[in-house]
């Protein structure tokens, strides 16, 4: 499975620290050429970035945690 960003145009509040904490990650991931689910979460893993809840990424909590981010607002 191969994740795509989907870039949001417009947004009501600013990004928190958090948002731009994980989106910063991910485009250094991405940058690196890792673009499938498994390798993607790994690679997540070995920052600080931690989902809520402080625990390890897995693929479930990686695809939640977007599409909770992604979602209209």
């Known amino acids: 499975m191969s ?10 509040h600013e990004l928190t620290s958090y ?3 994980l ?3 991910l485009e250094a991931i991405y940058g690196r050429g890792v673009h499938e689910l498994a390798p993607l979460v790994d690679a997540l893993n ?12 897995t693929e479930s909590s ?8 992604g979602a209209k607002e």
Do not use: F, K, N, Y
């Open 62 to 69: 990686l695809t939640s945690e977007l599409a909770r981010l």
């Open 3 to 12: 994740l795509r960003l989907q870039p949001v145009q417009s947004r009501a």
């Open 23 to 25: 989106a910063d990650e």
């Open 46 to 57: 070995e920052t600080g970035i931690r989902p809520p809840g402080g625990v390890d990424w």
């Open 19 to 21: 948002e731009h904490a």
